[in-house]
């Protein structure tokens, strides 16, 4: 169990529709980074919040926006939903060990659009 | 553009041999490479990682092999066991708390 949790663990929705998906980081850690797995793109660095600050954008869709809230739990909009989007979504979060930056991994959302 | 390519798509070890997973990473700028697991129906976890001032770290059964000048790395899984059967991810980041970049995936399968 990594300490990042992540609900809800299934979403099946149809094409159109919106959802929101919840990450709660580890005790701590104040970096929260969104990836989206699917099987043609592999893990995909979506976005990074930092202390409620968007740090960094990766391949993240227009469709798509996140935010990091005061108690540090974030949350990923994903709207007007294709079919495309259906995927893995993990969240991760961030420390610092031994010199090292270490991103921990939530369980994922998998999220099916019909 | 792919930053990290990873090879091989797919490897099957019998019990007790070595798998061995191969990196290659273009961005000279990487200066933190972890490598992950990943289980069926699980997030990826953190195996192990190395900076490049470093050419070789191991953990347990678990050895990765850097190599600056080639930007090249492996991962290395010793006395392999059926336990170890995971998808494994190379992976680079620029620097510390940035985002990571990671291989296409190396689904591995130790044979009893």
């Known amino acids: 169990d990594s300490g990042v949790t992540q609900t809800p663990k299934h979403l099946i929705t149809a094409t159109g529709q919106r959802v929101t998906l919840r990450c709660s980081p580890r005790?701590?850690?104040?970096?929260v980074y969104w990836y989206q797995q699917s099987l043609d793109q592999g893990l995909q660095f979506l976005i990074q919040?930092?202390?409620?600050?968007?740090?960094a954008k990766g391949n993240i869709l227009e469709r798509f926006s996140a935010q990091q809230f005061p108690d540090l739990h974030s949350e990923l909009n994903l709207s007007s939903l294709e079919l495309g989007d259906s995927a893995l979504y993990f969240c991760?979060?961030?420390?610092?060990?031994?010199?090292?930056?270490?991103?921990?991994f939530g369980p994922g959302t998998r999220l099916t659009v019909l | 553009q792919q930053q990290v390519k990873q090879s091989p798509q797919s490897l099957i070890v019998q019990k007790g041999g070595i798998s061995i997973i191969n990196c290659a990473y273009e961005?000279?700028?990487?200066?933190?490479f972890p490598w992950y697991q990943q289980f069926p129906g699980k997030g990826p976890a953190l195996l192990i990682a190395?900076?490049?001032?470093?050419s070789e770290k191991k953990e347990g059964r678990f050895t990765i092999s850097f190599n600056k000048s080639a930007k090249q790395f492996s991962l290395h899984i010793m006395d392999s066991q059926p336990g170890d059967s995971a998808t494994y991810f190379c992976?680079?980041?620029?620097?510390?708390?940035?985002?990571?970049?990671f291989g296409k995936g190396t689904r591995l399968h130790i044979l009893p």
């Open positions: 991760a979060s961030s420390v610092v060990e031994a010199g090292l930056d270490t991103q921990y």
């Open positions: 190395i900076r490049p001032d470093v």
């Open positions: 992976a680079a980041s620029k620097n510390r708390d940035d985002k990571i970049i």
């Open positions: 919040y930092y202390n409620g600050e968007e740090r």
């Open positions: 005790s701590g850690d104040l970096s």
């Open positions: 961005n000279t700028a990487f200066d933190y």
